[in-house]
């Protein structure tokens, strides 16, 4: 299985939250709540990786704690 980092922010506009998964491109996903959101980006990154294996294309490895690292410090500079 593979684990990648998942960034789950409230958007007003949408009036919900939106989860994105970084590494794979356009894997998004949308919940009225952080565990919806959360549980429907599960379910976007499993079709994603389906997807792209069964259509030959590379599945990126996860960078896990390396770029959640990144994500905090991008986050925070702006602070």
Avoid at 19 to 48: R, Y
Wanted: with cysteine.
């Amino acid at each position: 299985m593979y684990k990648y980092a998942i960034e789950i922010f409230y958007s007003s506009e949408d009036e919900g939250y939106i989860a994105v998964v970084p590494e794979l491109p356009s894997c998004s996903a949308f919940g009225e709540t952080e565990e919806e959101a959360l549980k429907e980006a599960k379910i976007a990154m499993e079709l994603w990786l389906e997807t792209a294996e069964r259509e030959g294309r590379e599945v990126p490895s996860p960078r896990g704690k390396a770029l959640l690292a990144q994500l905090t410090e991008s986050r925070t500079a702006g602070v």
